[in-house]
């Protein structure tokens, strides 16, 4: 929600310590992995669309999980905040890992605010907002501008829990806020009142019931209209778009006057949202911004063209989660995806298996002139688009092929990095501009076929690393709790980490040196596979070891291949990367010698398959 400052402290206070007991005695199988599929970003349900621990949704009535009944003093946190409560849960962040950058667009955060109480946390825990930063203190109450850019990083080493808890607000909250403060106002007297856990209360609290529209009624579509167009950047565009978006507005309440929300309705509405697309689009507002560095028309289809109709918005969530279709369906899908994008002139993947050095390699490459990146990997932007992420298809894994870049997956898709674009000295593209992306996440070695479907002149860096190396490192990553992505069902180890490979139902009650080198071969040989069916010409290999030898010759190599110019000069050693374990030794795998070395025979075809394909 759009709020009149960065960061708002309301005026209380709660026992940190308490809720941190109270959270304790909940057992760790019952925490999920972030949606989004964000490194070390796990949560636990406290309130959700009919009380399912296992469900998401942001729409439907919002009821109680076991898990909230069974923490008195959290639910008497919330009551004391005197607010209808949606989506609520509670959400930890490993040490060393962030919540990227990004702006929150759809249609929930329209009016929805995010309430932060941090549980356990540390000086190092740093959130980031329109260009302010606040570090939350254990037991205060904050919320934020989620409107404007956003990021959180923990810096340190320990494990941050916080209540984050979605609402519309309330009588009881509305007053809190009236007496809120922001960071810079010093106030004398202000001080946050202390609520204690009050022995033997149960504490009744308001879930959302009501938080969409069968179908959106005249009155919210101009409001969401009005809020908008007062976002914008000035452009020439805008009067056509303001009049054909005004047009939209009375030819809805025509047809709401005649059918309100019954069903006979809905073809009329249908044309009217099919028609409005394509008028905007003749008005040119896919060259329109606004103030918040996003582009106006995936707000635009977020707040109001996607969720206007609820049936429509429905159907669209309950598509079959591995996107088939029928044959001559997908033909034509495909054919309507594969057409490059004005924007994105061919962008580059780095593609490798986890702890490849990929991060060292897109950190040097940032540093090129003209290229944009989102900043770190794209986890959420992908697994964030509905029917993306792997708790939406069964859990298969993190594979993706042309048929799941649908026009509607590739708008999304393409609209969220464009918004998250940055360049080397934090600039967003210029709008209308063709930029140059650059972008790296070792899932999207899975993702080949369908990052080429959805920029069609994508070109792919592979970068090899020589395995031995590989399974050390990612064994210590798995180890060091940093990288778990999933809560897989019915798995008995630990919780997954890094990338979700198809047949990993096969691993369940392996050692973890077996587990590690089927993942790299796996990931290793379908990414293999995908890059030989590609030209020649769309990919190119680098080895890591040669890259530490000589940096400033393989920029140089990459960045011709990819089309850009390089003006820096690279000493001959290189700083650490941000996900750097412990300090780089090309013998450090030895410590895992006794899981390795039995399993290098076995997977030796994929192993020299890969150094061929690196050119050793």
Same mark, same amino acid.
């Given at each position: 929600?759009?709020?009149?400052?960065?960061?708002?402290?309301?005026?209380?206070?709660?026992?940190?310590?308490?809720?941190?007991?109270?959270?304790?005695?909940?057992?760790?199988?019952?925490?999920?992995?972030?949606?989004?599929?964000?490194?070390?970003?796990?949560?636990?349900?406290?309130?959700?669309?009919?009380?399912?621990?296992?469900?998401? #949704?942001?729409?439907?009535?919002?009821?109680?999980?076991?898990?909230?009944?069974?923490?008195?003093?959290?639910?008497?946190?919330?009551?004391?905040?005197?607010?209808?409560?949606?989506?609520?849960?509670?959400?930890?962040?490993?040490?060393?890992?962030?919540?990227?950058?990004?702006?929150?667009?759809?249609?929930?955060?329209?009016?929805?605010?995010?309430?932060?109480?941090?549980?356990?946390?540390?000086?190092?825990?740093?959130?980031?907002?329109?260009?302010?930063?606040?570090?939350?203190?254990?037991?205060?109450?904050?919320?934020?501008?989620?409107?404007?850019?956003?990021?959180?990083?923990?810096?340190?080493?320990?494990?941050?829990?916080? +209540?984050?808890?979605?609402?519309?607000?309330?009588?009881?909250?509305?007053?809190?806020?009236? #007496?809120?403060?922001?960071?810079?106002?010093?106030?004398?007297?202000?001080?946050?009142?202390?609520?204690?856990?009050?022995?033997?209360?149960?504490?009744?609290?308001?879930?959302?019931?009501?938080?969409?529209?069968?179908?959106?009624?005249?009155?919210?579509?101009?409001?969401?209209?009005?809020?908008?167009?007062?976002?914008?950047?000035?452009?020439?565009?805008?009067?056509?778009?303001?009049?054909?978006?005004?047009?939209?507005?009375?030819?809805?309440?025509?047809?709401?006057?005649?059918?309100?929300?019954?069903?006979?309705? +809905?073809?009329?509405?249908?044309?009217?949202?099919?028609?409005?697309?394509?008028?905007?689009?003749?008005?040119?507002?896919? #060259?329109?911004?606004?103030?918040?560095?996003?582009?106006?028309?995936?707000?635009?289809?977020?707040?109001?063209?996607?969720?206007?109709?609820?049936?429509?918005?429905?159907?669209?969530?309950?598509?079959?989660?591995?996107?088939?279709?029928?044959?001559?369906?997908?033909?034509?899908?495909?054919?309507?995806?594969?057409?490059?994008?004005?924007?994105?002139?061919?962008?580059?993947?780095?593609?490798?298996?986890?702890?490849?050095?990929?991060?060292?390699?897109?950190?040097?490459?940032?540093?090129?002139?003209?290229?944009?990146?989102?900043?770190?990997?794209?986890? #959420?932007?992908?697994?964030?688009?509905?029917?993306?992420?792997?708790?939406?298809?069964?859990?298969?894994?993190?594979?993706?092929?042309?048929?799941?870049?649908?026009?509607?997956?590739?708008?999304?898709?393409?609209?969220?990095?464009?918004?998250?674009?940055?360049?080397?000295?934090?600039?967003?593209?210029?709008?209308?501009?063709?930029?140059?992306?650059?972008?790296?996440?070792?899932?999207?070695?899975?993702?080949?076929?369908?990052?080429?479907?959805?920029?069609?002149?994508?070109?792919?860096?592979?970068?090899?690393?020589?395995?031995?190396?590989?399974?050390?490192?990612?064994?210590?990553?798995?180890?060091?709790?940093?990288?778990?992505?999933?809560?897989?069902?019915?798995?008995?180890?630990?919780?997954?980490?890094?990338?979700?490979?198809?047949?990993?139902?096969?691993?369940?009650?392996?050692?973890?040196?077996?587990?590690?080198?089927?993942?790299?071969?796996?990931?290793?040989? +379908?990414?293999?596979?995908?890059?030989?069916?590609?030209?020649?010409?769309?990919?190119?290999?680098?080895?890591?070891?040669?890259?530490?030898?000589?940096?400033?010759?393989?920029?140089?190599?990459?960045?011709?291949?990819?089309?850009?110019?390089?003006?820096?000069?690279?000493?001959?050693?290189?700083?650490?990367?941000?996900?750097?374990?412990?300090?780089?030794?090309?013998?450090?795998?030895?410590?895992?010698?006794?899981?390795?070395?039995?399993?290098?025979?076995?997977?030796?075809?994929?192993?020299?398959?890969?150094?061929?394909?690196?050119?050793?």
């Amino acid at each position: 929600m759009k709020l009149p400052a960065p960061f708002i402290q309301l005026p209380l206070s709660f026992d940190a310590d308490a809720l941190a007991r109270e959270i304790s005695a909940i057992d760790e199988a019952n925490w999920r992995s972030h949606p989004g599929g964000i490194p070390g970003n796990s949560a636990l349900p406290l309130i959700t669309t009919d009380g399912d621990p296992d469900s998401d #949704q942001v729409t439907g009535a919002m009821r109680p999980t076991p898990w909230l009944e069974r923490l008195p003093y959290l639910m008497q946190v919330l009551e004391t905040l005197g607010a209808t409560w949606g989506r609520s849960r509670l959400m930890r962040l490993s040490g060393q890992s962030e919540v990227v950058g990004h702006v929150d667009i759809n249609y929930y955060w329209r009016e929805h605010m995010r309430v932060h109480v941090p549980i356990v946390t540390t000086p190092s825990v740093r959130f980031q907002c329109g260009g302010h930063e606040v570090n939350m203190a254990a037991g205060e109450c904050w919320i934020f501008d989620t409107w404007r850019h956003h990021r959180v990083l923990n810096q340190g080493n320990e494990t941050r829990i916080h +209540l984050v808890a979605d609402t519309v607000g309330g009588v009881g909250f509305w007053n809190l806020l009236e #007496q809120g403060r922001t960071p810079d106002r010093r106030e004398p007297g202000w001080a946050p009142r202390r609520i204690d856990p009050a022995a033997a209360h149960r504490a009744m609290l308001d879930y959302e019931s009501f938080n969409a529209s069968e179908v959106m009624t005249p009155w919210e579509l101009r409001e969401c209209i009005g809020f908008l167009m007062g976002e914008v950047e000035r452009s020439p565009q805008l009067p056509a778009i303001h009049a054909v978006l005004t047009r939209f507005a009375r030819y809805w309440h025509g047809v709401w006057a005649c059918h309100g929300d019954r069903p006979s309705g +809905l073809p009329s509405f249908r044309a009217l949202l099919k028609d409005v697309q394509a008028a905007l689009a003749q008005a040119g507002v896919e #060259q329109v911004r606004m103030q918040n560095g996003l582009g106006l028309l995936p707000v635009l289809k977020a707040h109001i063209f996607s969720m206007a109709l609820m049936a429509d918005a429905d159907a669209a969530a309950k598509r079959d989660p591995h996107g088939a279709r029928p044959a001559g369906e997908q033909g034509r899908q495909e054919a309507r995806v594969a057409t490059r994008s004005p924007i994105f002139a061919e962008p580059i993947f780095i593609v490798s298996p986890p702890r490849s050095g990929s991060t060292l390699l897109f950190e040097t490459l940032t540093g090129a002139p003209g290229v944009y990146t989102i900043g770190d990997e794209s986890h #959420q932007l992908i697994e964030g688009v509905e029917g993306l992420a792997p708790s939406h298809r069964q859990f298969h894994s993190n594979q993706l092929g042309r048929a799941d870049a649908t026009p509607e997956v590739t708008e999304a898709l393409r609209a969220r990095f464009l918004d998250a674009l940055r360049d080397r000295d934090g600039n967003a593209p210029a709008a209308g501009a063709a930029v140059r992306m650059l972008e790296k996440t070792p899932k999207n070695a899975l993702r080949i076929p369908f990052l080429k479907a959805v920029f069609p002149d994508a070109k792919f860096i592979y970068l090899h690393r020589d395995p031995r190396q590989v399974w050390g490192s990612m064994i210590d990553g798995w180890q060091s709790g940093r990288f778990r992505m999933y809560n897989l069902p019915d798995w008995e180890g630990p919780m997954w980490s890094f990338l979700l490979t198809p047949g990993w139902q096969a691993l369940n009650g392996q050692e973890l040196g077996e587990i590690v080198a089927r993942q790299w071969e796996t990931a290793t040989r +379908l990414m293999l596979d995908d890059l030989d069916a590609l030209p020649a010409e769309d990919w190119i290999a680098v080895d890591y070891g040669r890259f530490l030898q000589d940096p400033q010759r393989e920029a140089l190599r990459l960045s011709d291949f990819a089309g850009w110019s390089w003006d820096r000069e690279l000493g001959a050693q290189l700083p650490l990367s941000r996900y750097t374990l412990s300090r780089p030794d090309p013998d450090k795998w030895r410590r895992h010698a006794a899981a390795i070395e039995p399993r290098l025979q076995q997977w030796k075809g994929t192993i020299d398959r890969a150094a061929r394909a690196a050119g050793l």
